[in-house]
T-cell receptor, first 115, second 117 residues
Framework: SQTIHQWPATLVQPVGSPLSLECTVEGTSNPNLYWYRQAAGRGLQLLFYSVGIGQISSEVPQNLSASRPQDRQFILSSKKLLLSDSGFYLC??????????????FGSGTQLSVL | AQKITQTQPGMFVQEKEAVTLDCTYDTSDQSYGLFWYKQPSSGEMIFLIYQGSYDEQNATEGRYSLNFQKARKSANLVISASQLGDSAMYFCAMREGGSGNTGKLIFGQGTTLQVKP
């Protein structure tokens, strides 16, 4: 069966420090991968998605970047964190052979606090 | 551009009663899918129910049903016989058929449901 791992679960970082969040998927090949961010008590905002190794699409201009160095690995990064980068970050995957009814499977999330 | 609107920031329901969570959407695609997810305080995202734009019948999954009104572009979630464990945030989401192989899901702002004993 497929599983998705996301770490760390919580992270407290000072403003201006770098960031690296990692997400890996097991039990499937060629998944579509996604990074979402959720501000406190708010909805999920799609940040990045990837349909293949090295293929990254950004949905919103921001201080963050994403990379997909391996088929089932998705990394969210920042060189210098801002206060506004605080939030709950969720990684998700879906099978490549998508139909409209294919749901996303989410990781357990990372709560990032930038102080 | 696709858009999902959930106009109820918070809802209360008495245990064992039914509750309806509203969702309206906007899309120019004829083919699309609508999803509901539950997010407990732990933060995990739990898939509840799916409705396709060409499905003629409303989707049902146990105590969850989706009241799909295509002409009004609404996809309300109905939870019957509410339980204390239903207290959570609920998100409506949409995928357009025209999104191709990206599979992007666009989410609404969510509704926080509290079930009273």
């Amino acid at each position: 069966s497929q599983t998705i791992h996301q770490w760390p679960a919580t992270l407290v970082q000072p403003v201006g420090s770098p960031l690296s969040l990692e997400c890996t998927v097991e039990g499937t090949s060629n998944p579509n991968l996604y990074w979402y961010r959720q501000a406190a008590g708010r909805g999920l905002q799609l940040l990045f998605y990837s349909v293949g190794i090295g293929q990254i699409s950004s949905e919103v201009p921001q201080n963050l970047s994403a990379s997909r160095p391996q088929d089932r690995q998705f990394i969210l990064s920042s060189k210098k964190l801002l206060l506004s980068d605080s939030g709950f970050y969720l990684c998700a995957w879906a099978p490549r052979t998508l139909t409209t009814n294919e749901k996303l499977f989410f990781g357990s999330g990372t709560q990032l606090s930038v102080l | 551009a696709q858009k999902i609107t959930q106009t109820q920031p918070g809802m209360f329901v008495q245990e064992k009663e039914a509750v309806t969570l509203d969702c309206t959407y906007d899309t120019s695609d004829q083919s699309y899918g609508l999803f509901w997810y539950k997010q407990p305080s732990s933060g995990e995202m739990i898939f509840l129910i799916y409705q396709g734009s060409y499905d003629e019948q409303n989707a049902t999954e146990g105590r969850y049903s989706l009241n799909f009104q295509k002409a009004r572009k609404s996809a309300n979630l109905v939870i019957s016989a509410s339980q204390l464990g239903d207290s959570a945030m609920y998100f409506c989401a949409m995928r357009e058929g025209g999104s191709g192989n990206t599979g992007k899901l666009i989410f609404g702002q969510g509704t926080t449901l509290q079930v009273k004993p």
